[in-house]
């Protein structure tokens, strides 16, 4: 039969190993949110930048549109000038050639507008990405040396009590 002093060293020795395991198990529970969320986060950014991307596409084929749209357009505009014998045809390409170069500026403009802004939205949303994944608690893991050395002070302080309260280990410590 196990005296006060065998129940409290088994006490302290059954508290350190619960509360290591506890510790264990909530740095593992904590570990599995970190990745959820992370994960959470990572697709949430490839949503925006599928989107991004999307739009670039668009803006593109708009642009391309745009542009064979005003080609065909000055094409049409100089054959109907120089069949109806308006004048000087150089005069004529030079006008049409002059509105032409307008019209590509613009539409230029417009494109890299537009790739600029998604260039910004791109940018957020790496910033989001990084923003959420630097919210994520580090995780602590529970130190087994830690847990040794609770196990360590609960025999220590078995060891302290006179050998003669005790039923185990009369050789060592107190009054050995």
Same mark, same amino acid.
Do not use: H, W
């Given at each position: 039969?196990?005296?006060?002093?065998?129940?409290?060293?088994?006490?302290?020795?059954?508290?350190?190993?619960?509360?290591?395991?506890?510790?264990?198990?909530?740095?593992?529970?904590? @570990? @599995?949110?970190?990745?959820?969320?992370?994960?959470?986060?990572?697709?949430?950014?490839?949503?925006?930048?599928?989107?991004?991307?999307?739009?670039?596409?668009?803006?593109?084929?708009?642009?391309?549109?745009?542009?064979?749209?005003?080609?065909?357009?000055?094409?049409?505009?100089?054959?109907?000038?120089?069949?109806?014998?308006?004048?000087?045809?150089?005069?004529?390409?030079?006008?049409?050639?002059?509105?032409?170069?307008?019209?590509?500026?613009?539409?230029?403009?417009?494109?890299?507008?537009?790739?600029?802004?998604?260039?910004?939205?791109?940018?957020?949303?790496?910033?989001?990405?990084?923003?959420?994944?630097?919210?994520?608690?580090?995780?602590?893991?529970?130190?087994?040396?830690?847990?040794?050395?609770?196990?360590?002070?609960?025999?220590?302080?078995?060891?302290?009590?006179?050998?003669?309260?005790?039923?185990?280990?009369?050789?060592?410590?107190?009054?050995?």
């Amino acid at each position: 039969m196990c005296g006060i002093p065998e129940a409290m060293a088994a006490l302290q020795i059954m508290q350190a190993v619960s509360g290591f395991q506890a510790q264990k198990a909530q740095a593992e529970a904590q @570990e @599995e949110a970190n990745t959820r969320a992370a994960e959470s986060a990572n697709m949430a950014y490839l949503n925006d930048i599928q989107g991004i991307e999307m739009e670039r596409g668009l803006a593109a084929r708009e642009k391309a549109l745009a542009d064979f749209i005003q080609k065909q357009t000055s094409k049409k505009e100089e054959a109907t000038a120089l069949n109806l014998g308006f004048g000087n045809p150089i005069n004529i390409i030079k006008e049409i050639g002059a509105k032409q170069d307008l019209q590509y500026i613009e539409t230029k403009n417009e494109f890299d507008f537009d790739m600029l802004k998604l260039n910004t939205q791109s940018a957020n949303s790496y910033t989001a990405l990084q923003r959420n994944l630097n919210k994520l608690p580090p995780v602590a893991q529970p130190s087994p040396l830690g847990l040794g050395l609770e196990i360590a002070t609960a025999g220590a302080g078995y060891l302290s009590v006179d050998k003669t309260d005790r039923a185990y280990l009369k050789n060592y410590g107190k009054g050995a």
